[in-house]
C-alpha cells in the first residue's frame, strides 16, 4: 500500500475524532502493527484496521441507531439497550462506504473489535488484543502481564482479555452482547483442550 494512501485515512480520522480518541487509534495501529510483525500477518491490513476500528465511536447514542436503520444494518436487542456496541459494525460500514476498504479481513476486523467471535482469524485476534493493550490503556488489571503474553502466545492472551472484559461487564452490571459469552466459552474450551488446564 501506497503511504499516501495510509495518509489520507489518517487525517480524515483525524477530523473525526477528540485528541483522546485519536490518541488510543494510533496506539492500536502501531500495536496492531507490532503484532503483525510478530505474528506474520500482513502490516497494511492491521495498521488500516487499527486506525479505522473506532472511526464510528464519535457519534451519540441516538446518532448510531439512526445510521444503522439508515445503512439498514441489523440491530440486535443488546444493541439497542446499549448502542455504544454499534460502533463496532457501523465502523465496519463506514470504513467500506466513506474510507473506500473494501478488503473484507479488514471489514471483519472492525465489525468484531468489541464483542470478538468464535473462531476469529489472525487479523481479528490482532485488533482485539491491541484495542486492549495499547500504550495508553491504563484502567485494566494485569495489563503488563497481558503486554508481554501478546508477543508470546495470541490465543492465550485473547482468553484471558476476554475472561476479564466479561468479569468487568458482570461487575457492572453492564449490558452483555451475547456474542462476547459466546466468544468467551469458545475460546476457554480451546484453551483447555490444548493446555488441559482450566
Ligand atoms: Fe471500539
Ligand atoms: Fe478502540
Given at each position: 500500500m501506497s503511504q499516501s494512501k495510509l495518509d489520507i485515512i489518517r487525517k480524515k480520522v483525524r477530523e473525526h475524532q477528540n485528541d483522546t480518541r485519536y490518541e488510543h487509534t494510533l496506539g492500536v495501529m502501531y500495536t496492531a502493527a507490532a503484532l503483525a510483525m510478530r505474528y506474520n500477518e500482513d502490516m497494511d491490513k492491521a495498521l488500516i484496521a487499527g486506525l479505522l476500528?473506532?472511526?464510528?465511536?464519535?457519534?451519540s447514542s441516538q446518532m448510531k441507531l439512526d445510521l444503522c436503520r439508515e445503512y439498514q444494518l441489523p440491530v440486535s436487542e443488546a444493541e439497542e439497550k446499549?448502542?455504544?456496541?454499534l460502533h463496532a459494525k457501523l465502523g465496519a460500514y463506514l470504513a467500506d462506504k466513506?474510507?473506500?476498504?473494501?478488503d473484507e479481513e479488514i471489514l471483519d476486523a472492525i465489525t468484531w473489535h468489541t464483542t470478538g467471535r468464535p473462531d476469529m482469524t489472525l487479523l481479528d485476534k490482532i485488533i482485539y488484543i491491541a484495542d486492549y493493550i495499547?500504550?495508553?490503556?491504563?484502567?485494566?488489571?494485569n495489563l503488563d502481564n497481558l503486554r508481554h503474553l501478546a508477543f508470546i502466545d495470541l490465543d492465550e492472551c485473547l482468553y484471558q482479555i476476554l475472561e476479564a472484559s466479561l468479569q468487568y461487564l458482570l461487575s457492572r452490571d453492564e449490558v452483555i452482547d451475547p456474542m462476547t459469552e459466546k466468544t468467551y466459552l469458545y475460546y476457554k474450551d480451546v484453551f483447555q483442550k490444548e493446555t488441559g488446564k482450566e
Open positions: 476500528h473506532d472511526c464510528a465511536k464519535g457519534y446499549n448502542p455504544g456496541l466513506e474510507y473506500n476498504i473494501t495499547e500504550p495508553n490503556r491504563n484502567q485494566a488489571p
